[in-house]
């Protein structure tokens, strides 16, 4: 017993300085993200860009997200970390380039850029984050992970609101940039130098069973394929929450507004993310899959009446589903067997990419078609997912 519990104490000195590092990556990425994510729509309304093309901006990004992920997920981590930096360093060109020429095409291809290295961030740093956790110890350490990411999201859009607030000016943001890239590329460097015998054990574990997983690929349960539709349905309604910034406008909210009312809800989320990580190791999956399921029809239904006062009522209960936004994981970790569910993970991450640009897409055409029709399409498409959640697989069921 004195002996597990050292080897705990000797574990949680040495993984602290990994942890610390790579959460700090996410703080510095998600300050960029979130800043960049509600910067988009409102960059559209400014300059009287069709929404539309908002929509297939962020559809082509998802699509060349799902046609990457599955290769750089197959090389080798030293390669892996080579792309990361690369992609980096022309995120500051990028940036650089934007402030000499103030370029309206520049700026559109660099929101075309960072969307795809999300997916490059996240599938190169998520897995070296769960190599050095024990698995007993994997809830708690990606709930902390979760308080560095809000937090950053959160100081990310007050710094902008700040921004925008002094001049309207949107290259301005680029100088915030090119600090918080420059912050990721030295912490990328100290992971480096921490890491080592962990990732190359990965490499090794995982080409291991390599064969398995290629003879395999074809062999999908029905089950799955269950969840896979009700996923779809649910993803294609709520892909309307990207235009947020743009519901809020429309009912008259100010542009440093918007910043503020996502930096306070996103701080929530921050307080909540470690409370909603014990809640679902705590409580049935499949039950909270549903609530949350039921929350986005709230919120819809929220954003659907033209007032400010529900408008931010809404974006508090997205906040709390923030809190949540493991549920997908930890339901289909719990669901599926070991053996499947790297297979089933890759799957449904390509699926959730292309099913998101689709609803991303549909919903900017009935935008500018008319915001209401949007939001009643978002409505009864998530309240058909909603029903159909009721019929989910849990663990050892048959279909």
Known sequence: MLEKIINKRNYFMYINKITISINMLFFFYFMIHDSLEITMPLFFEKYKINIVYLGILISISKILRSIII????????????????????????????????????????????????????????????AINTPEDKLGITFGIRDVFLYIGCFTGLLITGKIIDISSNYNNLSFMYIILFVFLILNLKSIQ?????????????????????????????KRFLYYIVVS????????????????????GISDSGIYYIFSSSIFFSAFMSLIGGIII??????????????????????????????????????????????????????????????????????????????????????????????????????????????????KNDRM
């Open 281 to 394: 190791d705590k409580f049935n999956k499949k039950k909270i899959y549903i609530i949350n399921t039921f929350l986005y029809l709230i919120v819809l239904y929220l954003f659907s009446i033209n007032s400010k006062i529900l408008f931010v009522i809404g974006i508090l209960i997205t906040s709390i589903q923030m809190a949540f936004a493991n549920i997908n994981s930890t339901y289909l970790f719990e669901t599926f067997s070991n053996e499947k569910i790297e297979k089933y993970w890759g799957i449904i991450s390509v699926v959730s990419l292309i099913s998101s640009s689709m609803g991303i897409f549909l919903s900017g055409y009935l935008w500018e078609i008319n915001p209401s029709i949007m939001l009643l399409f978002s409505f009864l498409t998530t309240f058909l997912g909603f029903i159909l959640t009721f019929k989910l697989p849990v």
């Open 232 to 251: 779809t349905i649910i993803i294609l309604g709520t892909s309307s929450l990207t235009y947020m910034p743009l519901i809020g406008k429309e009912y």
């Open 70 to 129: 599955i290769p750089i997920s197959n090389i080798r981590m030293d390669k892996k970390i080579k792309i990361l930096y690369f992609v980096l360093f022309t995120n500051i060109l990028l940036n650089v380039f934007s402030i000499i020429l103030k370029n309206v095409y520049l700026i559109l291809f660099y929101f075309l850029f960072f969307l795809i290295s999300t997916s490059v961030f996240n599938v190169i740093i998520n897995p070296i984050l």
């Open 193 to 221: 130098k921490l890491n080592g015998v962990n990732l190359s054990y990965s490499e090794n574990k995982k080409n291991k069973h390599s064969a398995n997983k290629l003879v395999n690929i074809f062999k999908i349960e």
